[in-house]
């Protein structure tokens, strides 16, 4: 058995990691070029100017800030939910577990536009109007998964052994929750939550089916969507197109680094 | 003497007692709050879904009669709907299959060669873009596939331009540039979802143990053989696991293909379209049943070939 790899499996390993990294690069890229009107590679000249121009864009500032509220809510909801699911999962086995882990992984699994297409057609139906709250519900459905899938692994490795040990040692369930539950789960929910940010934070799809209309439910990637579709100051959208990536990019990179040293390392799924 | 519990001090204690005693009681506390919210929000939407798919809109109203009907879908069978479901599940297998071949180089160097830190980066060089922004991605490409942009301006300088124009010129996938052709709407589809086929692929592929290479190459197998005998049966279920996600990810879509296309149909944009400006709900509905009915098909094959132990 060879244990070199060939120069051909190489190359085309290289080449595939390329083809996922460069067109990210080439965002920034654009972020600093002088022209302004199309997508002219390559850049007739670089300026700074237009991280000046989107900082003081009126119309940027309230959809970040949207963003930010309605991706902290829907983390906050996904990891109550989430942590108390993969507490009852972790324990003992009872009837409908299976039916439940499916019930779980389904807003991730079926594509995007269904999970949004049933929200719409469900919240009328409601007599609810669609608003900033209506993309948190939606957001919150499919962000529960992926807090779940960090804190069921963690209670997997946990043994059971200490939090017996606990409860021998005179600690009640609430102190045992508090003094070793939590500090035994806490690095992996705080991956989930940032991996749950990083997504919510992202989403467009199922957003743009529970958004209501006008500024008040317009959040950074609705703004970037128009912007796609009719663009105004291209570098400015690279410049936004920047910020958006920092902004999940940097949730994982630190998600990576929290779980990293266990068997569960934090994003092999989506 | 006294006894060895403690006594009961206050109503954490007394709850704690009662968990030890009746741990149905506390596994009800647990589930209750993520069942509703699973149960009610979720589940009831997409009740909510297949429902509204079973009214119809008033053609002369173009108000929803909530009657049971089939009608809204027979529209589905419509020689324009039948051609949108079928690029879609055309486009959606293209990509899958393109998206095999590219990602089984990576998927195979580091599961195989790549150790240590070599490892990490590759982990993370897939991982990364996994999850980076959706929309920056595809804004990315609108950059590179510009007429004016990157590509052309490759093709210019390495005299390769005849190669980009044959494309272009290609019946039915070419088109003016492209960033308008089905060409385009396919790479962008491609790069988006390629990560969700490396990742399962991997792990299926770390699995496959060492020691049957070795056995086959003792019993005398060519490299070549050892890799269509021993690899790749062990591995299919990996790349079965991956290609659910590419296939399920490119039926749903409806961004990638309206910001990147020659504004052909599919699937997602049907949906999307219909829900909004035309406002006939129930036929968007029957529309969202059509994805949902072909990957309950295609889990149900997966789960046969075993890919399900290997997500």
Not at chain 1, 30 to 39: D, I, Q, V
Not at chain 1, 146 to 160: D, P, T
Not at chain 2, 234 to 241: E, Q, R
């Amino acid at each position: 058995m060879r244990s070199d790899s060939s120069l051909a499996l190489k190359i085309t390993a290289s080449l595939g990691l390329l083809f996922l990294h460069l067109p990210i690069l080439l965002i920034f890229l654009y972020a600093f070029t002088t022209e302004e009107r199309s997508f002219a590679f390559p850049p007739p000249g670089l300026t700074t100017q237009w991280i000046a121009v989107a900082w003081n864009r009126a119309d940027i500032w309230p959809p970040l800030i949207l963003s930010l509220k309605v991706a902290a809510l829907a983390t906050v909801l996904a990891l109550v939910l989430g942590t108390l699911i993969s507490a009852a999962m972790s324990g003992a086995k009872f009837w409908g577990r299976d039916q439940l882990s499916l019930l779980i992984v389904l807003p991730i699994a079926l594509p995007g536009v269904i999970t949004g297409i049933a929200l719409r057609a469900a919240i009328p139906m409601l007599h609810l109007d669609f608003s900033a709250l209506t993309i948190v519900l939606g957001h919150a459905t499919f962000c529960i998964v992926i807090v779940y899938n960090n804190a069921v692994a963690r209670f997997r490795r946990l043994s059971g052994g200490i939090l017996e040990a606990s409860a021998d040692l005179g600690a009640n369930a609430f102190q045992t929750f508090r003094h070793i539950l939590m500090p035994n789960l806490g690095t992996a929910l705080l991956a989930g939550g940032m991996l749950a940010f990083a997504l919510s934070f992202d989403e467009v799809i199922v957003t743009t089916f529970t958004a209501g209309v006008g500024a008040a439910s317009k959040t950074l990637p609705i703004w970037m969507l128009d912007e796609l579709i009719r663009p105004r100051q291209r570098p400015v959208t690279n410049v936004v197109a920047m910020v958006v990536f920092a902004m999940t990019f940097l949730p994982i990179l630190a998600a990576y680094y929290l779980t990293r040293d266990g068997t569960e390392t934090a994003g092999t799924g989506k | 003497m006294t006894p060895a519990s403690f006594p009961a001090r206050g109503l954490a204690d007394r709850l704690t007692t009662l968990f030890w005693r009746h741990p149905r009681i506390l596994l009800v506390l647990l589930l209750t709050p993520p069942l509703l919210w699973l149960g009610v929000v979720y589940l009831g939407s997409l009740a909510a879904l297949l429902l509204q798919s079973f009214y119809a809109l008033d053609s002369f109203s173009g108000l929803i009669v909530p009657e049971f009907t089939l009608k809204t879908y027979a529209q589905l069978f419509t020689q324009s709907n039948l051609s949108i479901i079928l690029r879609t599940l055309l486009m959606a297998s293209a990509v899958t299959a393109a998206s095999t071949i590219i990602a089984f180089p990576i998927a195979y160097y580091a599961a195989r060669y790549a150790k240590g830190r070599l490892k990490a980066a590759f982990y993370l060089g897939v991982m990364l873009p996994l999850w980076s922004s959706y929309l920056v991605k595809v804004y990315a490409f609108k950059l590179i596939l510009a007429k004016e942009g990157i590509v052309t301006w490759i093709a210019t300088s390495t005299h390769t331009d005849w190669l980009l124009t044959g494309a272009l010129s290609l019946p039915y996938v070419g088109g003016n540039s492209l960033a308008t052709s089905y060409l385009g709407t396919f790479t962008v589809f491609c790069y988006v979802w390629l990560p969700y086929m490396i990742l399962p692929m991997q792990a299926a592929l770390e699995r496959v143990p060492t020691s049957m290479l070795e056995a086959a190459a003792d019993l005398g197998a060519t490299a070549r053989q050892t890799f269509w005998t021993v690899t790749m049966p062990l591995a299919l279920p990996g790349i079965i696991a991956g290609s659910i996600f590419t296939f399920s990810l490119t039926l749903g879509d409806y961004i990638i293909p309206q910001i990147i296309g020659n504004s052909a149909s599919y699937i997602g944009m049907a949906v999307y379209q219909l829900q909004g400006t035309a406002g006939n709900v129930p036929l968007a509905a029957a529309f969202a049943v059509v994805p949902i009915l072909i990957m309950l098909l295609y889990l149900t094959l997966a789960r046969k070939a075993g890919a399900f132990d290997a997500l």
